[in-house]
């Protein structure tokens, strides 16, 4: 459960990196010349710290993915509202409200009641088919336009002024009790089962938060960001074992997971080792409870917190290692090796469909869209943006000129799983994504981002690209090729039937794991409340300790807490020395040469 390497001056305040760092061939930092201010502990001969064990990525910035919702939300407002409800800057006004583009108006005038979409009557009214009014012949809100609006409104990092006073907590569980937990369970399954199961806790978020309805955000989080993660051929719950249902049992085998996998130039025994290692929150536990924990499932991590997890392995190579992405492997040759589809044997063959569009509900950049079936599990999507200047998607109806790929395919659960690959094949582990509302591309990690607007499948596209060309055919094209146009892009009932069945077996996953078809995605609004500042509660409960404990016993380095917030990445750097002092009087706490070391980096006790 701990620390990055690097320390902090003061403790207060999180330092930007330091032009001195150096990074070794295996991701391990060494010690910064004479002058740096900063102290960075070397990685060599600390195996306790999983921060330390490889070259992890560093996190996007921790406001990307409120920044693309945000984005997204107000694109679909300006795209399918602005035309009658007018924004603020306009001259004239055709209805209200006129403050379309500045949603504190629309909250101030009741248009949008913060953290509850089904009251708000802008999204009531565009569900309902209402907005636009059909009088007028506008197409309705899609699905993932209403989920996009949903995310906005039901999303408290969007509405801090709203932040309820919270009191007492819902079931405090210091690290002790469920370590104990662990391992009274592990004592009941059969000793050569022992070593395929981990334990995963919400403890740290029940202790948090001030209602059962955000508890059970986390655990739907939970349930749909381990099967998102899942190679597995069914959909898979974990299993609660208290009464409170805070700490779940997870089989390896159920998710795949038992296989090795190679992450960051090291290879890992199994995904579960690869994340624990790779997250700033993974440290090993002493104490008899702990110990038992680790000898029955033979790794020092047996227990982690479920936000922790699913927050690193949902992003970066991590990500797309898990989905079993070989190292250096390019999109091509995954798509070839795992997916069995080459990309131009099914172009020849006419096993593709195509379409395209300038009026894009997800970028503002032209876009094309093709599908192609994997064989016996389910389909593969291909979004590429074409962003170059002077490109046009009507300059060829069988060319391609995408800036990157945007790769939605079918897990054999059913769920889909996003990956990004660049205009030279190569797998990234961000997307930049433009909307009028953005100056620039923005980088967003996958797939929590995606889900934002994926949160209920595919997006339907509308394709311009057909009859235009069927137009101009007599001029372009001979025989054969008009034929190949009609054989590659479908008609338009037939493309809407296409989104609609892929979009189903999605959601009919969803429904399997109990989870909503519509509205917001739980991975992103875990996501959004994660990266958001954390207060004091916050805190409290990722460091296993009631609020008023944690206030009473501030360590020096978390003081910005006593009157304010402190920065996800800042609190990540000093997890495991705050873990460590508050963690004193528990029979089972982090290791001790783990937290001489962890002292070390903040200055001392």
């Not at 970066?316 to 090796?337: C, D, H, K, M, N």
């Amino acid at each position: 459960m701990a620390l990055a390497c690097e320390g902090v001056d003061t403790g207060v305040q999180a330092m930007p990196p330091h032009p001195e760092r150096v990074n070794t061939t295996d991701g391990c930092t060494v010690d910064p010349p004479p002058g740096s201010r900063r102290p960075i502990c070397s990685c060599s001969g600390q195996p306790d710290l999983g921060w330390c064990q490889n070259g992890a990525a560093a996190p996007a910035p921790r406001d990307a993915r409120a920044e693309l919702v945000r984005a997204a939300a107000l694109d679909v407002l300006a795209y399918r509202c602005s035309d009658c409800h007018l924004p603020l800057n306009s001259q004239q006004t055709l209805a209200e409200p006129t403050t379309i583009d500045d949603l504190d108006a629309l909250a101030e005038n009741g248009h949008i009641v913060p953290l509850n979409s089904a009251s708000s009557p802008l999204y009531q009214l565009s569900a309902s088919g209402e907005m636009p009014p059909p009088r007028l012949d506008l197409p309705a809100l899609d699905q993932a336009e209403l989920d996009v609006l949903a995310l906005l409104i039901d999303t408290p990092r969007f509405w801090p002024q709203l932040a309820p006073e919270c009191y007492g907590t819902l079931a405090f569980a210091d690290l002790d009790s469920v370590f104990q937990r662990v391992a009274a369970d592990l004592a009941t399954l059969p000793v050569e089962e022992a070593a395929f199961y981990r334990y995963l806790s919400l403890s740290n978020r029940s202790s948090a938060v001030c209602d059962a309805a955000e508890l059970e955000g986390d655990r739907r989080a939970l349930v749909l960001g381990l099967n998102l993660l899942s190679l597995g051929p069914s959909l898979h719950a974990p299993l609660a074992i208290d009464e409170a249902r805070q700490l779940y049992r997870v089989d390896l085998r159920d998710l795949d997971w038992a296989r090795s996998i190679d992450v960051g130039g090291l290879r890992f025994r199994d995904v579960w080792e690869a994340i624990a290692r790779e997250s700033p929150y993974s440290v090993a536990f002493t104490g008899d409870a702990a110990a038992q924990a680790a000898a029955a499932t033979g790794t020092a991590f047996p227990l982690l917190f479920a936000n922790h997890v699913l927050d690193r392995a949902l992003a970066g190579e991590l990500y797309s290692a898990i989905l079993g992405v070989r190292p250096a492997e390019t999109w091509s040759e995954f798509q070839l090796r795992a997916l069995g589809v080459d990309w131009d044997v099914a172009f020849e063959d006419g096993l593709l469909q195509r379409a395209g569009t300038t009026r894009s509900r997800s970028t503002r950049d032209d876009r094309l869209v093709e599908r192609t079936e994997l064989a016996g599990q389910g389909v593969l999507w291909r979004l590429s943006d074409v962003r170059r200047a002077g490109s046009s998607i009507f300059d060829d109806p069988f060319g391609y000129g995408g800036q990157q790929d945007q790769v939605i395919f079918s897990l054999p659960n059913g769920l889909f799983a996003f990956l990004v690959a660049n205009q030279s094949d190569t797998l990234v582990a961000e997307a930049e994504v433009v909307f009028d509302t953005l100056d620039d591309p923005q980088p967003v990690p996958n797939p929590t981002s995606c889900l934002a607007c994926h949160a209920s499948g595919l997006i339907p596209v509308v394709d311009e690209l057909k009859e235009v060309y069927l137009r101009e055919a007599p001029y372009i094209l001979d025989a054969s090729g008009i034929e190949l146009v009609e054989r590659l892009y479908p008609d338009p009932s037939t493309l809407r039937e296409l989104f609609s069945a892929d979009s189903a077996r999605f959601q009919q996953a969803l429904n399997e794991l109990q989870l909503p078809s519509t509205g917001s995605s739980p991975v992103t609004q875990a996501a959004l409340r994660f990266d958001a500042p954390l207060t004091l509660r916050d805190a409290a409960g990722e460091l296993g300790v009631r609020p008023d404990v944690l206030a009473g016993n501030l360590p020096r380095w978390l003081s910005p807490l006593a009157s304010g917030t402190l920065g996800r990445d800042a609190f990540a750097e000093v997890y495991v020395a705050s873990l460590c002092v508050l963690s004193e009087p528990l029979a089972n706490r982090p290791d001790s040469a783990a937290c001489e070391r962890a002292l070390q980096a903040v200055g001392g006790p």
